[in-house]
């Protein structure tokens, strides 16, 4: 600590080089502080530091980290400590750039595993990022001393020191109830569940906070409500149960169908206390299918959606620089059929008409053989059958769906009904005029081999992999586009996809000739395994990351446009 000190006061003034002799260990009374990399300018990227706090000066006794679950929650209320203090207890020293930042990598109002915060048996790591102030590019010294021996202690000793039992009680009985609902929903052959009392409109179309005022809070139709025990809760949780199979959300525009999607996309992660939609829980390989349009596509057997193109262009090895609306949304299923998703969350908003429906006058007018596109209509019901996927669908405008689905939920003015017998009778009263055109079987998936050069993140002379914000990665020569991931939910969980596929490259991960599929299993055996701080670059620290779902790294590796597939 007092070399810490030595040290700052002898490159005070220095240019910011010098900051360099300031990475290492320092022994402070209440924890290790770990300086593992140092900046190389006050603009660049704030330098990265870790504050190691011995376990047992803490609240957090052994049973509230004895599930992974539970360790992650706690973990993540402490980052949100962290950051709350951080914000409410620390005035930025001055300086050029960057100087004077303090920083967590804070959770928004999902609960995810990050590195953040990391929980071992005997000690509790703070990775902060800081900005080490200068003026213009002379070091101040005196200032760095109040951020390391003032502004850090005060906030490790609030928030961590300050951490109280009754908090973490109640964060890891809502992990547990959570997690209680997630896998009575496996063992019930259910794919989703909203609670009675959930509010799921958002403040704004760029906002994951709750809508604060008018908000119609949910409510279960009485045939779809289910109970499910939980603990620390005498009553069960009652609320609405999505079946596993074929659904349909129906009702009148803006009456709150997308809404109800969004929640169910949303679910596949567990929310903080507050949000609203704490039991709102879908199962975990449930994935959006939408258009997207423009993007590319490498060597997909998409024939079981699409049939041979015009001028012949055949479909069992599909790629393209440039997907229309139909062929980008059934790669997109496609895909994630290959790397493993159980439901399908599809919106007639953000799909491809012609995909999803072709109806009898059309069939009529349009024969078959000149029509590549098999409807998804046809091959919903085989996708259930042959790989067990099941479909939540929103349809406004498509009453074709009725005779296909197993349960069709109405919502009218926010409020669901469930209408299943109704739309089967009227199914019945008022033939489609329709032929079923998917044939026997949904058609089998060719798993894609990734050839080594698909990876390749030199640009010049130097790799360069960045994550810019949440839906841009820079890989090498090429950009990495995501937005249509909406399911990529922290900026996080992008830099950790872009860690993951450097990780990939820089161990030749490409050159063992494995699946996509198998890829994607070892790069979460290497997570559960080694950590998620495991695939950063930097020594020591393990980066602001946020584990995404395989689904995501999957979407991501799919949409590089160096992507070659054997
Ligand atoms: P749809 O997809 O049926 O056209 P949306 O789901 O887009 O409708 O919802 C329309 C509007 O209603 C949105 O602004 C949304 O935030 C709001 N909304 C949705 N559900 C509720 C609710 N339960 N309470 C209040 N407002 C809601
Ligand atoms: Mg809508």
Not at 146 to 169: C, N, S, T, W
Not at 415 to 434: F, H, L, N, Y
Not at 453 to 460: H, I, P, W
Request: proline share 5%; hydrophobic share 35%.
């Amino acid at each position: 600590m007092d070399r810490l000190k030595q040290l700052l006061r002898r490159i005070d003034q220095k240019g910011y080089k010098a900051y360099k002799t300031i990475e290492g260990r320092y022994s402070f009374p209440k924890y290790t502080l770990s300086i593992d990399h140092v900046q190389g300018d006050p603009f660049a990227e704030p330098s990265k530091v870790r504050v190691i706090v011995p376990r047992e000066k803490t609240a957090l006794a052994e049973e509230w980290t004895n599930t992974k679950i539970r360790k992650i929650r706690c973990e993540d209320l402490l980052a949100r400590r962290v950051h709350a203090e951080l914000r409410q207890g620390v005035s930025r020293v001055r300086g050029s750039g960057k100087s004077g930042i303090v920083s967590i990598d804070a959770p928004n109002q999902k609960v995810l595993e990050r590195t953040a915060v990391q929980i071992g048996s005997d000690s509790v790591t703070v990775c902060l990022s800081v900005g080490l102030p200068a003026s213009g590019r002379r070091i101040l010294g005196r200032e760095a001393e109040i951020i390391f021996f003032e502004q850090i202690p005060k906030v490790i000793d609030r928030a961590v020191y300050g951490l109280r039992e009754e908090e973490i009680r109640s964060a890891v009985r809502l992990a547990d109830q959570q997690q209680a609902i997630r896998q009575y929903l496996k063992e019930n052959g259910l794919v989703a569940f909203v609670a009675n009392g959930s509010i799921l409109p958002r403040e704004s179309g760029v906002s994951d906070k709750p809508l604060k005022k008018g908000a119609v809070p949910f409510q279960s139709p009485p045939e779809l409500e289910i109970a499910i025990p939980v603990p620390g809760r005498e009553e069960p949780l009652k609320g609405m149960g999505i079946r596993k199979g074929i659904t349909l959300i129906v009702g009148g525009g803006y009456h709150g169908k997308s809404t109800l999607l969004k929640a169910l996309e949303h679910g596949v992660y567990d929310h903080v206390a507050g949000d609203g939609r704490e039991y709102v829980i879908t199962d975990s390989g449930a994935v959006k299918i939408r258009a997207e349009d423009g993007r590319s596509v490498a060597n997909v057997d998409i024939s079981p959606l699409i049939g041979t193109l015009p001028h012949g262009k055949e479909t069992v090895h599909f790629s393209t620089e440039n997907a229309s609306g139909s062929t980008s949304q059934a790669a997109n299923m496609i895909e994630m059929v290959e790397a493993g998703a159980t439901v399908f969350l599809i919106d007639e908003d953000t799909s491809a008409t012609n995909l999803l429906i072709r109806d009898g006058r059309m069939q009529e007018l349009v024969a078959k053989r000149s029509e590549p596109i098999t409807p998804f209509i046809d091959k919903a019901r085989q996708l259930f059958d042959d790989y067990g996927i099941s479909s939540i669908l929103v349809v406004g405008g498509l009453g074709d769906y009725f005779e296909i689905a197993d349960c069709v939920i109405k919502l009218e003015e926010y409020v669901p009904a469930d209408v299943t017998a109704e739309a089967k009778k009227i199914a019945a009263a008022m033939p489609s005029g329709r032929k079923a055109e998917g044939g026997a079987s949904f058609g089998s998936i060719r798993e894609r081999i990734p050839l080594p050069e698909s990876l390749n993140s030199m640009k010049g002379k130097k790799p360069k992999v960045t994550a810019r914000g949440r839906y841009v990665i820079q890989y090498g020569q090429t950009d990495l586009l995501l937005q249509a991931l909406e399911q990529l939910v922290d900026d996080s969980q992008t830099r950790a996809i872009a860690a993951a596929l450097y990780y990939m490259e820089r161990n030749g991960w490409l050159s063992k000739g494995k699946t996509i599929r198998e890829l994607l299993d070892a790069m979460e055996e290497q997570w559960d395994r080694a950590g998620l701080g495991s695939i950063s670059t930097r020594k020591g620290h393990p980066g602001e990351l946020a584990r995404p779902r395989r689904l995501e790294l999957a979407a991501a590796l799919n949409r590089l446009r160096t992507l070659r597939c054997g």
